[in-house]
């Protein structure tokens, strides 16, 4: 089967200090597997040189004034993507692009839709993440195990790969970081096939996680309630 095309979607907030070494990374994991690819970073508003050290790289790059959120850089994101194939990865460094192949792979070479890259399947995940985000993961997943009947290991996982047409057909509304809890719920109730395959996972280079462990946690447990009935 020919290889489509990758549009790899990098949502990006004050990332100047790691954006330059995970774009480096993504295009030389693409160019060495053979991907014919393109690399869309959504500049979130950030107030640093994050839009700066983007424009080093040979990249699409999309700017919003303000910042919106990682639901919307990844709508705007898909927007742009021209790929068959959309792969999502946050600009942090924690999920290393040596993992891309991993998780195109099984959307090329078989009948799947959507492939999760699960953090928690192998013990170098788990310590690569603290024990209170660990705590609200295994809480959303149990969430998401009552309302759904189905067990998926890393719900909130922004390592993904997804066939471009399936994934437009979700319309993603959340702004923010609930955006993968809507994503997967909207799938699973769609009967969407997902596979999940182990990732690597480190923790970031530089800076401090945008995410607040129980504001977002509880916009996310709120999002998974309001999906899971709504449309």
């Known amino acids: 089967m020919k290889t489509p095309l990758i549009s790899v979607i990098v949502p990006a907030f004050d990332e100047e200090a ?3 070494s995970v774009l480096d990374s993504i295009h030389s ?3 060495q597997a053979g991907f014919p690819y393109e690399i869309i970073v959504v500049n979130d508003g950030s107030s640093d040189k994050t839009s700066e050290v983007v424009k080093e790289s040979s990249v699409v790059l ?10 919307a850089a990844i709508r705007t994101g898909l927007q742009r993507a ?13 999920h290393p692009p040596h993992d891309i192949p991993r998780l195109v792979y099984p959307l090329i070479n078989g009948n799947v839709d959507a492939v999760i890259g699960s953090r928690f399947t192998n013990e170098h995940g788990k310590v690569s993440t603290s024990e209170l985000r660990l705590l609200g993961n295994r809480i959303i997943n149990c969430a998401f195990l009552l309302l759904t009947r189905k067990r998926i290991a890393d719900t909130q996982s922004g390592f993904r790969a997804y066939k471009r047409e399936a994934f437009r057909k979700l319309s993603i509304r959340s702004s923010g970081f609930e955006a993968e809890s809507e994503i997967t ?5 769609r009967g969407f096939s997902i596979k999940e395959v ?15 462990s129980f504001k977002d946690g509880f916009k996310i447990l709120k999002s998974i309630l309001f999906f899971s009935v709504a449309d």
Do not use: F, Q, W, Y
Not at 62 to 71: A, M, P, R
Not at 201 to 210: A, I, L, V, Y
């Open 18 to 20: 790691n954006i330059g």
């Open 29 to 31: 994991v693409l160019v």
């Open 62 to 71: 999309v700017n919003h004034i303000k910042n919106l959120g990682k639901g």
């Open 82 to 94: 021209r790929g068959g194939v959309v792969v999502t990865i946050d600009a942090d460094g924690s």
């Open 185 to 189: 719920l909207k799938m699973l109730k």
């Open 198 to 212: 182990p990732i690597d996972c480190e923790p970031r280079d530089n800076g401090s996680s945008k995410v607040k």
